[in-house]
């Protein structure tokens, strides 16, 4: 039975190299230093966040129903996954550290997932909201 390759180092938490390829079918082998995929790397929780994400492609409703979180929670957990990934946040870069925009933002697009508000007023607000 075949094991998941883990992608951080188990001592220092640091990125693991994959030196070696082998084929199942004929043996060969192939070493060398590869780098392994930004997936790969990802903690257990991001990995079924992001399976849970793809498999309701993208639906956050649905994420919200399967997991049983709210939306802004499975906003913050998608956030965490694209910076697990290595890419910015429109937060990170706009409104680093700004915990009453971050807090104010979630409450819009709560708003707009209970369907108090429509989208063209949630981007409205939202405009409105990083303007400042």
């Not at 030196?19 to 930004?38: D, Q, V, W, Y």
């Not at 790397?41 to 399967?66: P, Q």
């Not at 998608?78 to 946040?89: M, Q, S, T, W």
């Not at 104010?104 to 063209?120: H, T």
């Amino acid at each position: 039975m075949a094991r998941e390759v883990i992608g951080r180092c188990p001592v220092c938490s640091e990125a693991l190299e994959v030196t070696e390829l082998t084929c199942p079918a004929c043996n060969t082998r192939i070493s060398g230093h590869f780098k392994m995929c930004k997936f790969c790397s990802l903690s257990d929780e991001h990995k079924y966040f992001a399976e849970v994400f793809i498999k309701n492609r993208g639906n956050i409703r649905e994420v919200e129903k399967e997991l049983g979180i709210s939306y802004p929670t499975v906003r913050g957990r998608l956030e965490a996954l694209i910076r697990a990934l290595g890419y910015p946040v429109d937060s990170d870069t706009d409104h680093a550290g700004d915990k009453e925009y971050s807090e104010k933002r979630m409450q819009i697009l709560d708003r707009l997932s209970q369907g108090e508000i429509s989208a063209s007023e949630a981007a409205r607000l939202l405009r409105n909201l990083s303007s400042r």
